[in-house]
């Protein structure tokens, strides 16, 4: 259960998020609209990994009477990943999922036969890739890790 504390530092949080989001599209000489708060705030309040279209579609269900194209979203989504605002996870021919790209670094095992992600943590991978790169002689900037595979459910229905 959230506390209220909890609500108001995640509304200070969202709120140093939009502003940079703002400046981002200042520096970028585009207009800060409401479509693309919105669009901000969907990725922002969603505790999943979203494809465009769940992207649009959430933001039609949430503001009906907001009018918001789905090539805006796409266009939005792209401008936030170039700015490192989102991440993206790519199924191939499916297309892409998006999320936040505030998120602590986690890595993913995505199931290729339901499309589930699962996030993870593990700090002794963490360790060993930062060892691997000095070892190598090469200075790491950032990583992901995708794992590909058959989750427990799906393993269970064959």
């Known amino acids: 259960m959230r506390t209220q504390t909890d609500f108001a530092e995640r509304t200070i949080e969202y709120e140093k998020l939009l502003s940079y989001f703002k400046a981002l599209l200042k520096n970028e000489n585009l207009k800060y609209t409401k479509q693309r708060e919105v669009i901000l705030d969907g990725l922002y309040n969603s505790d999943g990994h979203l494809t465009p279209e769940e992207l649009y579609n959430l933001i039609q269900k949430n503001h009906p009477t907001l009018k918001t194209g789905i ?19 790519s199924f191939g021919s499916q297309g892409k999922k998006y999320e936040l790209g505030a998120k602590e670094h986690h890595d993913h095992m995505i199931c290729t036969e339901c499309g589930e992600i699962t996030e993870f943590v593990d700090e002794e991978i ?10 190598l002689g090469f200075k790491m900037s950032n990583h992901s890790m995708q794992i590909y595979g058959t989750c427990r459910q799906c393993q269970e229905k064959q």
């Open 71 to 89: 090539a805006t979203v796409y266009r939005t989504l792209q401008l936030l990943e170039d700015h490192n605002m989102v991440t993206s996870l």
């Open 126 to 135: 963490e360790k060993r890739q930062h060892l691997i790169a000095d070892e």
